[in-house]
């Protein structure tokens, strides 16, 4: 085992294991009102007089929910974000308002949001798989391999994630604040998939640390090696007869 992975690999897991969580508490906010969990969602905005809507609005994952996360709509994958309001509201910002999901949300935030909440999902899936081929990386530089690759892909898939995520909500919340109506960003939701983000990405950089490291301390010791057991040989006439010593 190359001596590198012996701390490369378990920092790599600890990372990894708090990116997980981080990231499982965004996916499972509103899921009951217990700490963190009911504090956690994307936005929040005061939607009191448009049509069908609370007089405040959480968005989480899963859910719509009132403030608190209580009052909440059923579990949905990738919830219209309009499905807060009636169809065809009234007295709702109108760049929101569109002919999807059930004449409730706009292009934009429909597909915007759609795809970002599938991403978080994908990630996840990876951020899994390298978490258990981490455990291989611990025996040797191949399992560092296998664990990097998954813990890249699943990094490709969270930036896109938290980036359309970000886009999403900051729009969002700027079109109530236009509209005249309070609104601010959920401080957790922000702050577990940034932090997830930030986590995965350690944990990637050095799962490739230690495929470099373990190849590198390899390649130096037969290096180092091969010079230790060269030997010079000097040759001269004695008598007439050529002699040879050696020394190291």
Known sequence: MARSNAYLAPLSLIFLAGSLVMLFFVILSAVTTTSPLRQT?????QTGGITGARPVTQWAYFYICGEGNTDCSGAWPAPPLGWAWSANP?????????????????????YMWRFGWVFYLIALVFSVLAFFAGFVACCGRLGSAIAGLGALVALFFHTIAVSMMTAVFVKMRNAFIASGRDA????WAFGFSWGSWAALLI???LFCLGIRGGNSEGYT???????RSVRSRRSYDMNGRRVKEEYA
């Open 90 to 110: 009234a007295n709702a910002p109108e760049t929101l308002v569109g002919t999807h999901g059930g004449d409730t949300t706009s292009f934009y935030y429909y």
């Open 184 to 187: 601010s960003l959920g401080r």
């Open 203 to 205: 944990a990637t950089i």
């Open 221 to 227: 010791g037969r290096r180092w090696g091969r010079q």
């Open 41 to 45: 969602y994307f936005l929040s905005a």
